[in-house]
């Protein structure tokens, strides 16, 4: 994937600008940092992939700059093999970005394109399958077969409940730091240096609070873990090898899911109903069932719209107290 150039023509028709070889550099980088790098990745695999569809295409049409019709095809022709909306939503982003960047006319902009993506949304597009929420029932189910004497045990409580109460992403629970979790009367005050959804790199505070029963509260599960672990600073979530030794290195997002299924799984729940996202969706229809503000919950999983929020609450509050089927006399 190209990034914008430092050469770049200036507006008017100038002479392009020529900048130092370190200067240069130092441009790249930034540009780079306008996106994370797993986009730059997912992107990049895309053009590969829709270099090779034109390619195969008997006049081999040019991937970029590509025609209006080019990409119009190729988008009707995932559509047709059964690629999820989702999956041709970002490939056609990174056909965009490609052609914005390369200073391109944008075929992906083009009414044509759009009417097109538009009719695969109306004919081809699904509900999402939404995993099961982790609620605090569930979870409390879950953290009761965890030991007191094992290591990854400690690690799992910990990582299981931070990640609950803390309504975190998993690239965001495996991204704390020992220094980012502070313990202070109140209860952890939890740093998260990178998000999602923070492409500014601006850091949030979340607060977790103790909980009232010692089995399941995220502070004591987390003073556990770090006094097993023996952690003074470094990633504050680790892999444990099956001799109870705990690594130097943190845990890829992908194991909080591994952690989350092998952990109901031995609760005799079904593991292919969860992932690691049920920690995030679990809390939010936990809260929203106690009663708690829909601003409080926003704040706490960082949330920046009702819209984002309501399909997690959504059902936290199917039985609430203004549920009118429990009213009409049945």
């Known amino acids: 994937m190209p990034v914008p150039s430092p ?3 200036a507006t008017g028709g100038d002479a392009p600008l020529a900048l130092p070889a370190d200067l240069a550099a130092r441009v790249g980088d930034y ?37 209006v019709a080019t990409v119009a095809g190729y988008l009707a022709t995932l559509a047709d093999a059964g690629y999820r909306p989702s999956t041709i939503r970002r490939r056609l982003a990174a056909i965009s970005v490609a052609h914005q960047l390369a200073h391109h006319p944008n075929p992906a902009s083009a009414p044509e394109v759009g009417a097109v ?17 982790l609620d605090t029932d569930l979870l409390t189910r879950v953290v009761a ?12 409580r910990a990582l299981l409940l931070i ?6 992403r998993r690239s965001e629970l495996v991204g704390l730091d020992v220094a980012d979790l502070v313990e202070t009367p109140d209860g952890l005050i ?7 959804t923070d492409q500014e790199g601006e850091g949030a505070l979340v607060g977790i609070a103790y909980g009232s029963y010692r089995p399941t509260c995220p502070v004591r599960a987390w003073r556990a873990w770090a006094d097993a672990a023996d952690l003074r600073e470094g990633p504050a979530f680790r ?3 099956r001799h109870g030794h705990v690594g130097a290195t943190r845990l890829y ?29 679990g809390f939010a229809t936990a809260a929203a069932r106690a009663g708690v503000a829909d601003r409080s919950i926003m704040r706490q999983g960082r949330w920046r719209s009702s819209a984002s929020l309501d399909g997690y609450i959504r059902a936290g509050r199917l039985f609430d107290r203004d549920n009118p089927s429990g009213r009409v006399g049945l």
């Open 190 to 196: 939890v740093t998260i240096r990178v998000s999602k």
């Open 239 to 241: 892999a444990v090898s």
């Open 7 to 9: 050469g770049g023509s």
């Open 163 to 168: 990640g609950f109460a803390g309504c975190l």
């Open 117 to 133: 993506w538009d009719g695969i949304r109306r004919t081809r597009g699904m509900r999402p399958t939404r995993k099961t929420a």
């Open 145 to 156: 077969g965890l030991g007191d004497d094992d290591v990854a045990d400690a690690r799992d």
């Open 31 to 67: 540009a780079r940092a306008s996106r994370s790098a797993s986009t730059w990745r997912a992107y990049d695999s895309d053009l590969r992939q829709f270099r090779a569809w034109c390619a195969r295409q008997p006049a081999a049409p040019s991937a970029l700059p590509a025609t």
């Open 253 to 281: 997002p992908g194991s909080v899911a591994r952690i989350v299924q092998r952990r109901v799984a031995a609760a005799g729940l079904d593991p292919a109903d969860f992932a690691g996202h049920s920690l995030r969706s």
